[in-house]
């Protein structure tokens, strides 16, 4: 009869190398959802104006090389209770940003397999005082 024997299998830690860091806050609201902005015409003029927008908030602050494993960090600031938001319309306003971020060259895609999925976080502001923020950090390893 063979003589088993249990042993306790430790994960060895993973080195996690974080080399690009940056937050870029920008000083105007988002729309709670795409449905927003119904028109194609005015859905292509919002997506431009983001884009400008992030492309002069990133400036020379952009990496070397778009990244092609990073975290991010989607904070959103509103005086409409945090109660009351959803997240996946939180997520999806993001998104002129997070395509300004790969059209500037920060991000290499915003796809699951650059990003993961995105921490959302909301804040509250005072009215007509909502801001939002995408955090970036370069990820190097199994993190």
């Keep these: 009869m063979p003589d088993w024997h249990l042993s306790a299998v430790r994960a060895e830690p993973t080195l996690v190398l974080v080399t690009y860091h ?28 983001w884009h400008l927008r992030v492309k002069l908030t990133v ?14 960090t989607l904070t959103r600031a509103s005086s409409r209770p945090s109660r009351l938001c959803d ?3 939180i997520r ?26 995105p921490l959302l976080q909301f804040e509250d502001a005072p009215p007509k005082r909502g801001w939002c ?6 990820v190097h390893g199994d993190g």
């Design 22 to 49: 940056e937050t870029f806050r920008f000083e105007a609201p988002l729309p709670s959802t795409q449905a927003d902005v119904q028109q194609r015409w005015a859905r292509t003029k919002y997506r431009d104006q």
């Design 59 to 72: 400036g020379s602050r952009r990496p070397p090389e778009p990244l092609t494993r990073a975290t991010v």
């Design 87 to 89: 997240a996946d319309n």
């Design 92 to 117: 999806i306003s993001f998104k002129p940003i997070l395509d300004g971020l790969v059209a500037c060259g920060v991000l290499a895609e915003d796809n699951i397999g650059t990003i993961g999925e």
């Design 133 to 138: 923020s995408v955090e970036v950090e370069e």
